[in-house]
Nanobody, 124 residues
Framework: VQLVESGGGSVQAGGSLRLSCVVSKYTNRDYCMGWFRQTPGEEREKVAA???????KYADSGKGRFTISLDNAKNTLYLQMNSLKPEDTAKYYC???????????????????WGQGTQVTVSS
């Protein structure tokens, strides 16, 4: 499985960005697709995930502001981010957990495939 992110950039606080992650075709019926973020010197932090039952999950930091979705026809995972804050500044990574149960969505080490990341910078 290969993942390629895009859509990062620089915005002012209160702005919006939509991240995309194209996923190479996979056939496994069960999966969990997630977004994580990381700043220098910090551990990778959960953002959101969606499992094969289309059940979205969000970290508290993004609830009410972020929306995760998966377009199976386009093999593309999205993260719509609204009302961005300076503390959302990070490198964002998409991840694929083939066979991963959605209850473990928040564990970075449970995902076996990662994209290269896309930088999001929010200025005040």
């Amino acid at each position: 499985v290969q993942l390629v992110e895009s859509g990062g950039g620089s915005v002012q606080a209160g702005g919006s960005l939509r991240l995309s992650c194209v996923v190479s075709k996979y056939t496994n019926r069960d999966y969990c697709m997630g977004w994580f973020r990381q700043t220098p010197g910090e551990e990778r932090e959960k953002v959101a995930a969606i499992d094969s039952a289309a059940s979205p999950k969000y970290a508290d930091s993004g609830k009410g502001r972020f929306t995760i979705s998966l377009d199976n026809a386009k093999n593309t995972l999205y993260l719509q981010m609204n009302s961005l804050k300076p503390e959302d500044t990070a490198k964002y990574y998409c991840a694929a957990g083939i066979g991963l149960d959605g209850s473990n969505w928040y564990k970075p080490h449970a995902y076996g495939n990662w994209g290269q990341g896309t930088q999001v910078t929010v200025s005040s």
